[in-house]
């Protein structure tokens, strides 16, 4: 099996990112902009960096698309080159297309033309934000659907010393602690009877409305 290609259409701060990202870990990236100053910002960076406008269906296959294996279509603004870059990346038959939605409905559409994954940066980075803004002992927060999520927190005194069964946290918040990280150990089967300590990172996953009464309750 050959290197997996990839290219990223769109050299804004979000694609830029993913573009830098992928070199750096030594993945082979092709990088796309209509934009020539954009390009060569990418010249030292990507694999290969080139001015194209991918609207254009003759340009990408001209580029040789067929052979990349994930594309991250990284236009924002304008919705209208996204949908129609997303379309024409996906009739060109690329096995994984990931995109990035400007709002709800620019998401409805890139689902029924098939994008496999879309993904709204400034939203979940937003709410993400604002749960550590809200409490600092909120580290991490990941959105798994519009009502699910999983929450990093880090114990406080509320739990120092107690173990899962003495904070009741299924019966009374209807979460599930699913990992405990103290230093470098990660026990990823916490078991009724495991003592939380102060400083120990618990991983909680559970419907947002339970979450935010077990963050009020104990975090
Ligand atoms: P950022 O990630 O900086 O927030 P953004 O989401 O606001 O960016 P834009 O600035 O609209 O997105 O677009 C990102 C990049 O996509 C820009 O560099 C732009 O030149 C490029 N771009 C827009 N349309 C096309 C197209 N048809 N073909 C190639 N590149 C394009
Ligand atoms: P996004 O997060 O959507 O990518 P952005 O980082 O590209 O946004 P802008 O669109 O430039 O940033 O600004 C974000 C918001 O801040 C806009 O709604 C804009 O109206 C607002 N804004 C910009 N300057 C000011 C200001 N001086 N006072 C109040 N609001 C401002
Ligand atoms: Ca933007």
Redesign the pocket.
């Known amino acids: 099996m050959g290197k997996r290609l990839y290219a990223v259409?769109?050299?804004?701060?979000?694609?830029?990112s993913i573009c830098k990202e992928l070199s750096r870990e030594g993945m082979e990236v092709l990088a796309?902009?209509?934009?020539e100053e954009?390009v060569n910002e990418f010249k030292e960076v990507a694999s290969h960096a080139v001015i194209?406008?991918?609207?254009d269906e003759i340009a990408l296959r001209d580029l040789g698309f067929r052979n990349i294996d994930h594309v991250i279509v990284?236009?924002?603004?304008?919705v209208h080159?996204?949908i129609?870059?997303t379309l024409i990346v996906k009739e060109l038959g690329i096995s994984t297309i990931t995109v990035?939605a400007?709002n709800d409905y620019h998401e409805k559409v890139l689902e029924k033309i098939g994008a496999d994954e879309i993904v709204h940066?400034?939203r979940d980075m937003g709410r993400r934000i604002a749960h550590s803004i809200i409490s600092s002992n909120i580290l991490d927060y990941l959105e798994l659907s519009d009502e699910h999520s999983v929450v990093e927190v880090k114990a406080g005194d509320r739990m120092d010393g107690e173990t899962i069964i003495d904070l009741d946290i299924r019966a009374r918040f209807g979460c599930n602690v699913v990992a405990i990280k103290r230093g470098k150990d990660i026990n990823v089967s916490p078991m009724a009877d495991d003592v939380i300590e102060k400083g120990d990172i618990i991983i909680v996953i559970g419907s947002d409305k339970d979450i935010h009464r077990f963050e009020k309750a104990l975090v």
Do not use: H, V
């Open positions: 259409i769109g050299l804004g701060r979000f694609g830029g796309i902009d209509n934009d954009k194209a406008d991918s609207t990284a236009i924002g603004d304008n080159a996204s129609l870059t990035k400007q940066p400034e």
